[in-house]
Structures are given as structure tokens and as C-alpha cells.
């Protein structure tokens, strides 16, 4: 499986012949494109207009969604947003947006076991130590960073990790049997076109 960084806060995932994309930056675009990701998940619960003319399947609403090899879990407490644990190739990845607190117990419960953590760190010191702190109670294997500046890094949140040195890839080759064991490793990925 492939994971990739397009800028802001869109990914997009490929298993076994099958697309996933997540907060497409343009959404319109994205569903009436003839390369349209199979799955589009959207993390704010919002009345969208779906093009007559698309072939992928939308999820923006909380729930359990089982399509194309993507098994999705979303959930609703997520401030004003909706989180998602996909699990492919039996990696769970989690994307978490627009958090300005810390999990709650409840919130914790729901993202244990994760294995990737995608997480909003946002472009202040502030929002960069609150993702830290996020992590830090997800013990995720991985963390990939998104929504920051992609033309800088997001310097407050790998200090507050200890990985100011962090390895930056233009996607992240995901198999299960290669994800670290015994610490939390964070991955720059570079925005692909």
C-alpha cells in the first residue's frame, strides 16, 4: 500500500489496484476526473452535490463502510470534524483534523491500536505542540504530518517529538511487516502533484 501527501490536508492511499483519497482539495475536480479515487472520504459531515458522472463512492458521514479492500470506521466527536481509521493490507491508518485539545478518553478509545497516524499539525507552535501531544497519547507506530506549509516544516512539532531530523520521502510504501516495533517514527512526505 502507498500512501500520499497532496498538500493541506488531502491524502490519498493505494491498495492492492484500489484508490483512496481523503479531503480531495478539490472536490469537484476530484469526483468528475476519469482518474478519481474509487473512495473519497470527507472529514466535515457537510451536504456535497455529487456529480452524476462519477465513479467513486463518497463517505461523509460517520459509520462503518466496507468498499474496494478499504475497510473505513468514522467517527463523529471529533470537534466539527470526522475521524477515520482505514484499515488495508492489515495496516490501520488514522486522519485526524482540526483538533485543538487533546483526545478524551472516549476520543482516545475509539484510535487504539492505530498504526500510521496522519494528523492535522497545523501551521502555529501551538496547534504543532497540541499534534504532539495527540501523538503522544495514540502511540501510533508512524506519524505522517500534514497541514502544515509544505514548503517548510513543521519545526515545533518534530522538536516537540525529538525528530528534528525527520525523513522526508514523496510517499510512504506501507507493508505491515515493516513498521517500527518499539518507537513512534515520524515521515515528512513530500506534496505529490
Known sequence: MNLYWY???SIGLDSN??????DPLDL????????????VLLSRSQKIKIPA??????????????????????FGDFAENIAYIIEAEGVKICYLTGLNKELSDVQLEA??????LAIDVGETS??????????????PRMVVPIGYNAAGKPTT???EMGASEAETQNKLNI???????????????????
Open 53 to 74: 458522472k462519477t465513479n467513486s463512492f463518497v463517505i461523509n458521514n460517520p459509520g462503518e463502510y466496507d468498499i474496494k479492500g478499504f475497510f473505513v470506521l468514522g
Open 126 to 139: 501551538e496547534t504543532n505542540e497540541v499534534a504532539a501531544k495527540i501523538v503522544n497519547q495514540v502511540e
Open 17 to 22: 489496484g484500489h484508490s483512496l483519497a481523503v
Open 157 to 159: 512539532f518534530l522538536k
Open 175 to 193: 507493508k505491515k511487516k515493516d513498521l517500527p516495533q518499539e518507537e513512534t517514527k515520524i515521515l515528512l512526505l513530500n506534496v505529490t502533484k
Open 28 to 39: 469537484e475536480k476530484e469526483l468528475k476526473s476519469a482518474k478519481a479515487a474509487e473512495v
Open 7 to 9: 498538500g493541506q490536508n
Open 111 to 116: 484510535l487504539s491500536e492505530v498504526d500510521i
